[in-house]
C-alpha cells in the first residue's frame, strides 16, 4: 500500500511539473531571478559553432574555442534575460495576436515538415528543445516590445536642443581618396604594386593633414571610386557598419586619417561639417538614430543591474557533448 502510495506521489509530481512547464534540465545562468537551464545553453553554444570556425560537432574542438563559444553565449543569453526582465519591470506583455501568430508560425512549421514526429526531429538537429524553440521566437517581441517602449518615451527624453546636441557629435560628412588594389583585368595586384600604392598614399596623408595641398584636388585628381565626388553626410552607427569608415568619428573635424588599408584598396578619409539644412530635413531619422543609441546605452546599463551567476554545469558542457544536455 505505500509502494502504491509512494509510485502515486511520484507520478502527480510529474504530472504537476509538467503542467507547470518545469525543465528536466539543470540550470546553466541564473540573470536577476531568470533561470536559464542547460538545454537552452547548450543551444547557444552550438548557435556559436561558427565564430570558432565549424559548423558540426564532429571537430575536435580546442578548449579556446569552447571558451569562446561560452563567452559568447553567456553574453546573449543574458542580454535574452535581461530584456524580458525590463519587460516585467515596465508591464510590457505579448499581445493576444502575437501570442496568436507564434503559434500560428509554429503550427505552420510543423505542417510543413510533416507533422509532429518530423518537428522532433527538426528540433534534435537543431539542437532545441521545444521550449527552447518557443522563447527563442520570442525573444524578437519582446525585443520590441522594450523598444517601442524606449521610442514613446523618448518622445519626451530629446527635446530639440538635446537631440541638436547629438546630432552635432554623431553626424560628420565623409569625404575619402579610394586606392584600388585591383588591375583592369579584375586581378588582386602583386605585393610590389600593393605596397607602391600604400607608400603613395601615406605621401598624399601626409601632405593634405599638414594642408600642404588641398584635401578636394587630390580627391579629384586621384581617387578611384566614381560614386564619391563631394562627400556625404553620415550618422556615427551607419559609419560603424562600414569597416573603411569606422574611424571617421576618431578624427576631429576637417581632419584626415592615414590610409586605411582594406582588401580592395585603401582610403584616405576626411572629416568635413554636415551641410547647412540637414539637421531640419532629417530629423526623424537622426531622432532614430538617437533612439537606437539611447537603447544600446540603456542596455549596458540594465546589464549591469542584474546578477548574473553561470553554474558548474556551464563548464562541463561543449562544443563535442551538446547533444547530452538537450533534454
Not at 543569453?77 to 508591464?91: A, D, M, P, S
Not at 532545441?128 to 524606449?150: A, G, V, W
Not at 578636394?216 to 557598419?241: C, H, Q, R
Request: proline content about 2%.
Amino acid at each position: 500500500m505505500k509502494k502504491r502510495s509512494l509510485a502515486l506521489a511520484l507520478l502527480c509530481a510529474l504530472c504537476l511539473s509538467l503542467l507547470c512547464g518545469c525543465s528536466p534540465s539543470p540550470t546553466a545562468v541564473t540573470v536577476g531571478n531568470h533561470k536559464v537551464d542547460a538545454a537552452e545553453y547548450a543551444f547557444y553554444l552550438h548557435y556559436n559553432r561558427a565564430s570558432v570556425g565549424a559548423d558540426s560537432g564532429t571537430v575536435l574542438y580546442s578548449e579556446a574555442d569552447n571558451e569562446k563559444a561560452r563567452e559568447a553565449a553567456v553574453r546573449q543569453i543574458v542580454t535574452n534575460e535581461v530584456v524580458r526582465l525590463k519587460c516585467e519591470e515596465f508591464e510590457l506583455e505579448l499581445s493576444d495576436e502575437q501570442k496568436a501568430t507564434l503559434a500560428e508560425a509554429k503550427e505552420q512549421l510543423i505542417e510543413n515538415l510533416g507533422g509532429k514526429a518530423a518537428y522532433l526531429d527538426y528540433l534534435n538537429q537543431s539542437y532545441l528543445t521545444d521550449r527552447t524553440y518557443d522563447k527563442f521566437q520570442e525573444n524578437s517581441y519582446y525585443s520590441t516590445l522594450l523598444y517601442n517602449h524606449m521610442m514613446a518615451d523618448s518622445e519626451s527624453f530629446f527635446t530639440d536642443e538635446s537631440l541638436r546636441r547629438y546630432f552635432a557629435g554623431n553626424y560628420a560628412t565623409v569625404k575619402y581618396i579610394f586606392f584600388s588594389f585591383i588591375d583592369p583585368d579584375g586581378n588582386t595586384m602583386d605585393k610590389e604594386a600593393r605596397q607602391n600604392i600604400v607608400d603613395l598614399a601615406q605621401t598624399l596623408s601626409k601632405s593634405a593633414q599638414s594642408s600642404a595641398v588641398d584635401f578636394d584636388l587630390l580627391m579629384k585628381e586621384y581617387n578611384e571610386d566614381p560614386s564619391m565626388t563631394v562627400g556625404f553626410p553620415i550618422g556615427k552607427l551607419e559609419a560603424a557598419s562600414t569597416e573603411y569608415l569606422t574611424t571617421l568619428f576618431s578624427l576631429e573635424e576637417n581632419q584626415v586619417s592615414e590610409p586605411i588599408i582594406q582588401s580592395d584598396g585603401c582610403y584616405i578619409l576626411k572629416r568635413c561639417p554636415v551641410p547647412t539644412g540637414y539637421y531640419d530635413e532629417n530629423q526623424r531619422d537622426i531622432f532614430l538614430s538617437a533612439c537606437s543609441d539611447r537603447f544600446e546605452e540603456s542596455m549596458d546599463q540594465w546589464e549591469a543591474e542584474y546578477a548574473v551567476k553561470v553554474t558548474k554545469v556551464v563548464n562541463e558542457i561543449n562544443l563535442s557533448n551538446l547533444t547530452e544536455y538537450i533534454k
